[in-house]
């Protein structure tokens, strides 16, 4: 008798793959129950991990998170216009509810026991353990416990006739899901070194994107995406839609250094094509629809709300709050973004909202509803501390 059943987040691939047969060896578990969640990987990946699950597991699950995904985690992320370090995150924001799918399967099967196949120098670790932890639940994470090296891992698995996903050659380490895609690993590591073509696999090189450009409309409804050219949409079916529209314009790659939570600088490289033209054209109807106050007070939420969720505190009680605020905030964000996509740029053309706090009225060079020598008045007393201080040094 061992130490009964554990409870397995599983990619299908090299390190949770590993994980099984080490659980049981090593850890002494005599039932391995492992849990992928579909939060937007290829079908590909998805259908590999089912059927490694089940070969490889004692029970498997495979759980269809992408709605929740779209509207409990996506959706504020835009309302927050979400973004870390410059990029629109996306492995932070699918993280927390990978780990609650787990969550839900550990209860169910009566174990106390969750495992990721995490290492010990990256930031989903943290994210896992921080909602396994929160539930309750006992955490193992054999690729950082037992310290282990990728040569090591691929010599484990072909003692235990698992199938090597990674090339040696080509040994990046690939993240997926709706909002995003991440590439790190291998010659990578070297932060001078070129990204080669062949690393991307949702957009095009921008410099062999269409001639022509493409112009597309999307419609927010309290700040979030409702509907594309005209028709009302799923956030699920626009945010997939266009990723292939977007991805086929060469729009939404990354290449840069980033800081993870525990202080190491990585080299990351990512394609976000639906995510590059929300945001631009989210914050775009937010400087139409929210007052300059509005405005500058929400940056700064916004800055802390990505902070949090990059670190995966969704627990975290100021997570909430701000969540709060944000969202009463988008109460007037609607309206309609016109964008141009074309060889990697994603340029905004032209918005309208019935929300706007504009009027062409009143700031039009051709209208006299406001009377301009009303503004004679405030030029006198503009700047006027700054002017004394000035007019001083000169006598
Ligand atoms: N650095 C990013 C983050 O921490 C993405 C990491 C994705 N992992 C990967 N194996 N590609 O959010």
Redesign the pocket.
């Known amino acids: 008798m061992g130490k009964g059943t554990v409870v397995m987040a599983y990619s299908g691939g090299l390190d949770t793959s590993i994980c099984i047969p080490l659980l049981k060896e090593r850890y002494d578990y005599d039932r391995v129950v492992t849990v992928a969640v579909n939060v937007g990987q290829r079908d590909e990946e998805i259908a590999v991990a089912t059927e490694k699950g089940e070969k490889f597991a004692d029970t498997h699950y495979t759980i269809d998170a992408r709605e929740k995904f779209v509207n409990a985690y996506l959706f504020p992320a835009i309302r927050a216009n979400g973004s870390y370090e410059g990029y629109p995150?996306g492995?932070?924001l699918a993280r927390p509810l990978i780990a609650e799918e787990v969550v839900r399967v550990a209860l169910h099967e009566g174990a106390k026991t969750v495992a990721h196949g995490c290492t010990g120098k990256?930031?989903?670790q943290l994210r896992f353990d921080f909602i396994f932890r929160i539930a309750g639940l006992e955490v193992i994470a054999p690729i950082r416990e037992l310290n282990l090296t990728r040569d090591w891992e691929i010599g484990y698995a072909k003692e235990h006739d698992i199938p090597v996903p990674v090339a040696r050659e080509k040994p990046w380490?690939?993240?997926e899901n709706l909002w995003s895609r991440?590439?790190?690993g291998g010659r990578l590591e070297d932060p001078a070194y070129h990204p080669p073509e062949e690393i991307y696999g949702w957009t095009v090189a921008p410099e062999k994107a269409p001639d022509t450009p493409e112009v597309i409309t999307l419609d927010f409804l309290k700040g979030v995406p409702a509907g594309m050219n005209g028709d009302a949409m799923s956030g699920l079916d626009l945010i997939q839609g266009l990723n292939l529209i977007a991805g086929r314009h060469g729009i939404g790659r990354s290449n840069m250094i980033?800081d993870?939570i525990l202080g190491l600088k990585?080299r990351?490289i990512y394609e976000h094509p639906a995510a590059t033209v929300i945001l631009a054209a989210h914050a775009d109807l937010e400087h139409l629809t929210l007052t300059r106050q509005e405005l500058a007070f929400k940056r700064m939420v916004d800055d802390k709300w990505s902070e949090l969720a990059y670190m995966g505190l969704v627990h975290e009680p100021l997570f909430h709050d701000l969540n709060a605020f944000i969202t009463q905030s988008q109460e007037k964000v609607s309206g309609t973004v016109d964008l141009m996509l074309y060889k990697g740029c994603c340029r905004v053309l032209g918005r309208s909202s019935p929300e706007g706090v504009y009027s062409d009225d009143l700031v039009s060079f051709d209208s006299t509803t406001l009377d301009q020598c009303h503004a004679i008045g405030v030029s006198a007393y503009y700047g006027i501390q700054a002017r004394l201080i000035e007019e001083r040094k000169k006598r």
Do not use: L, Q, V
């Open positions: 995150m492995t932070a990256g930031n989903d380490s690939i993240d991440s590439i790190e980033e993870r990585a990351e």
